[in-house]
């Protein structure tokens, strides 16, 4: 495959953030940040979709009532949009529905993800199409679904003009550096969709890996994190799911895939990209490759990235940005 963009003797910069899940604000802030910054490819590393549906629900008496962070909101149509808008600012989905409909929904689980899932693929689409407004023709947009984004989502991202659907695909991202992604995890608490165990996940990762013409040279895009190397730092969980507290503080536990860890160790690649995990945001060095976590802060409406330089081999600037 053709490289990108030709940058022969140039450097070259990257934008990388990841674990998005349905934060319109951040997906924004991504978009003008790469514009800002004069990114040449800007990298979504996974998660891109939301996790649920808020019913917004259109009464008789032309009222609205919605349900959302512990408390029932009861409108009217002037405040339609910005209850819209709160839903969308913490990465939830607003779905406009009228009683009947709404009884359908409580009654019947596949019309809960029939209405998920026409929002979740209206909503993507109108994301991928800001992508030329915000960026000019030559910046690079590329995605790869990650573990909490649903299968169908990829043919989306696959169709559309303006981005790349990065999963097992090699990517060349200048004359000197191949990228390959996965947005495939080891298992987590959750049984999201892309979830297998580190034995098949490593086969995965070398099948991947075989397509390289020079794994050192290559950019490792992998959602899960490496095991044990501070970017994977998560709560432990009781049997409730909830963070166990000892002295007052949240006990932190490794979760990151040990395939991974052991294709970087193994690889020795140039960068590794990685995310899945919110809390362990930071960058270290496995051997020779540097390997980041920008983490996530989609809930709040905060953009977390790693703003990467490099000219050949030589990495020139390794920023983690915020904002």
Request: net charge negative; hydrophobic share 35%.
């Amino acid at each position: 495959m053709a490289p990108l963009f030709e940058r022969k003797g140039k450097k070259t910069r990257i934008l990388f953030a990841t674990d998005m899940h349905g934060s319109e604000g951040v997906w924004r802030k991504f978009l003008n940040a790469s514009s800002m910054l004069k990114i040449n490819v800007a990298i979504c590393g996974g998660d891109l979709t939301g996790k649920m549906i808020v019913p917004i629900i259109e009464r008789k008496d032309g009222k609205y009532v919605y349900y959302l962070m512990g408390k029932n909101h009861l409108i009217d149509s002037n405040g339609l949009e910005k209850a819209i808008k709160d839903v969308r600012g913490i990465g939830y989905y607003s779905y406009l529905t009228n009683e009947s409909e709404y009884e359908e929904m409580r009654e019947n689980r596949e019309k809960v993800d029939e209405a998920f899932s026409k929002v979740m693929n209206s909503t993507l689409k109108s994301w991928l199409d800001l992508i030329r407004e915000k960026l000019p023709s030559e910046t690079q947009v590329i995605v790869c679904p990650g573990n909490d984004d649903r299968l169908p989502v990829d043919d989306l991202i696959r169709d559309h003009p303006e981005v790349v659907n990065a999963e097992g695909k090699v990517i060349e991202v200048d004359e000197s550096h191949e990228m390959i992604s996965t947005g495939w995890v080891n298992p987590s608490p959750w049984h999201t969709t892309r979830e297998e165990d580190d034995e098949k996940l490593e086969a995965r990762l070398e099948e991947y890996i075989s397509q390289l013409k020079d794994p050192k040279s290559t950019i490792f895009n992998f959602h899960a994190p490496p095991y044990q190397t501070k970017l994977d730092e998560a709560p432990l969980l009781d049997d409730n799911l909830n963070p166990v507290i000892q002295g007052g503080r949240v006990i932190m536990v490794p979760v990151g895939s040990k395939a991974v860890k052991k294709m970087i160790e193994k690889y020795q690649p140039f960068l590794g990209l990685h995310g899945h995990i919110h809390e362990a945001s930071g960058s270290i060095k496995i051997g020779r490759t540097h390997c980041v976590n920008p983490g996530s802060e989609y809930a709040e409406g905060i953009l977390r990235a790693f703003l990467i330089e490099f000219k050949g081999n030589k990495i020139i600037k390794l920023q983690r940005i915020e904002g």
